[in-house]
């Protein structure tokens, strides 16, 4: 087994000056101790009883009714065992038990219904990772407490996910990275205190996190980031695999497949591509959203990520699920170094190109992996680009961008407006008539960024690459200095 010395000094590092929030409480920024039964991580990867763990994970949103916890009410039938019994057959080895949306109520009776819940999950041979809601007010600070207390003896509850995507869920607008740093260092004292050998950690949602809830900042044992849509995924997954500086794994991903607008076989192929680019990627584990298709879904998406319709009946892309874990990718696969042809204009816009710099305040260094986010003049169309290695960036749009932050993985943010900015035009395009300002990524057709070839991985250099980099107008943006915190 792989010695942890290591891991824990790099930990430790990153999270200099975050371990003591405001309130005086010291928290335990070591990692919980191997023991055996518990899920742990060494060497940046998950072990279990001695050997490398990888989660293969499914999304299950359930509720309490009353002393019990039951599915979903838009799932096929109301017994959880049947539905953790299937979830094995399939080939998961842990579900992310979503038990964020609930109401106060006798929290003895939530605690038991909790504890038989996980319990019937091991019976089924899966390991739980519990998504609670996030304690922010008192209530439910003491109820996460007493929660922990009372579930710190079962080993097949492996990680407790406090918070679920802050970039869209966070109560408080415009959040100081510091603060964000100190709530969760005193949620990770109260594990490391009630639950020692229970992981932790806070689902995050694409890049822009960087602004307010800083993955590299944050004090957990591990990210859990969420990505969707073919045209962002692969993009996401390289940012959080190379700069949130910590493990790193995907809680959330999956692609919506009715057989009609979009066919299983799409979902299956798109299962494969996504689990893969993860591997080579260094992802130490894999989520799915969802068990069933939710007929009651705000979108598309949300309607039909199942891996089971509406009815009850699998989609194929369960058939690829049991061939995932024994799949040996990741450990001496080379990914060449190369980012996906779209990573650094995600949506192939062609109208704009901005360029600039990034730069550390003290040093004059170029910062490499910031975000920069772009946004137009009634903030209707927002797009992202990263800095490269020289911390240059390039950031593409279809329409003028107006509204602009930027940050750093542990680094300070700069938000500005530019209304005066100098276009040169190269091509014939009208600067007063832009085509397609209005155009996102739900508008555009991913159907060509899905190869016909299940092994072969999406954005690969075979594709078309200058057709991310077409533009007609151009204008310099300066250099942005960031500080280190």
Not at 367 to 394: F, I
Request: net charge negative; with cysteine.
């Amino acid at each position: 087994m792989v010695r942890r010395t290591l891991f824990i000094a790099l930990l430790a590092i990153l999270t200099v000056g975050c371990n003591r929030p405001d309130n005086g409480i010291m928290y335990n920024d070591t990692l919980p101790p191997i023991t055996d039964g518990y899920v742990g991580l060494e060497d940046g990867h998950f072990v279990l009883d001695g050997d490398y763990w990888f989660p293969v994970m499914l999304n299950y949103k359930a509720f309490f009714d009353g002393d019990r916890v039951v599915p979903a009410p838009y799932y096929t039938g109301t017994d959880l065992r049947e539905h953790f019994d299937t979830i094995a057959s399939w080939g998961f080895n842990a579900v992310r038990v979503c038990l964020d949306v609930m109401g106060e109520g006798d929290s003895t009776a939530m605690f038991e219904a909790t504890r038989r819940m996980v319990q019937t999950a091991d019976s089924a041979g899966l390991h739980v990772m519990l998504l609670i809601k996030t304690p922010f007010e008192p209530y439910w600070q003491s109820y996460t407490k007493g929660l922990l207390r009372h579930l710190a003896d079962l080993p097949a509850l492996w990680a407790y996910d406090f918070f679920n995507e802050p970039l869209y869920f966070d109560p408080v607008a415009d959040r100081d990275k510091m603060d964000a740093v100190r709530i969760v260092a005193e949620w990770r004292h109260w594990v490391r205190t009630y639950a020692p050998r229970q992981l932790f950690t806070v689902a995050t949602a694409e890049p822009i996190e960087v602004f307010e809830w800083d993955p590299a900042l944050l004090p957990v044992d591990f990210i859990e980031m969420h990505t969707y849509h073919p045209l962002r995924v692969f993009s996401e997954m390289w940012w959080y695999s190379h700069y949130c500086g910590k493990p790193w794994m995907v809680g959330e991903t999956g692609l919506p497949a009715d057989n009609d607008s979009v066919p299983y076989e799409w979902q299956e192929q798109f299962m494969w591509n996504a689990y893969r680019f993860a591997k080579i990627n260094n992802a130490i584990g894999f989520g799915w959203w969802e068990f069933q298709d939710n007929p009651q879904g705000v979108n598309f998406e949300a309607q039909y990520t199942g891996l089971s319709d509406r009815n009850g009946k699998r989609k194929p892309a369960v058939d690829l699920v049991r061939h995932l874990g024994k799949m040996c990718l990741g450990a001496g696969v080379d990914s060449d170094g190369i980012p996906p042809t779209n990573y650094y204009n995600m949506l192939a816009y062609s109208n704009i190109r901005l360029t600039g710099m990034v730069v550390d305040e003290a040093t004059g260094k170029p910062v490499e992996g910031a975000v920069v986010r772009g946004w137009n003049d009634d903030w209707s169309v927002g797009m992202n680009t990263y800095t490269d290695s020289n911390g240059r960036y390039t950031l593409y749009s279809n329409d003028y961008n107006v509204h602009f932050e930027v940050s750093a993985p542990r680094m300070s943010r700069k938000k500005f407006d530019r209304r005066n900015l100098k276009y040169k035009n190269i091509g014939s395009l009208d600067p007063n008539n832009l085509p397609d300002r209005q155009r996102e990524y739900q508008q555009i057709d991913y159907r060509p960024y899905l190869n016909n070839s299940i092994p072969e991985i999406p954005f690969n250099v075979d594709y078309d690459s200058t057709h991310f980099f077409r533009y007609s107008l151009e204008a310099d943006m300066g250099t942005v200095k960031l500080k280190k915190l």
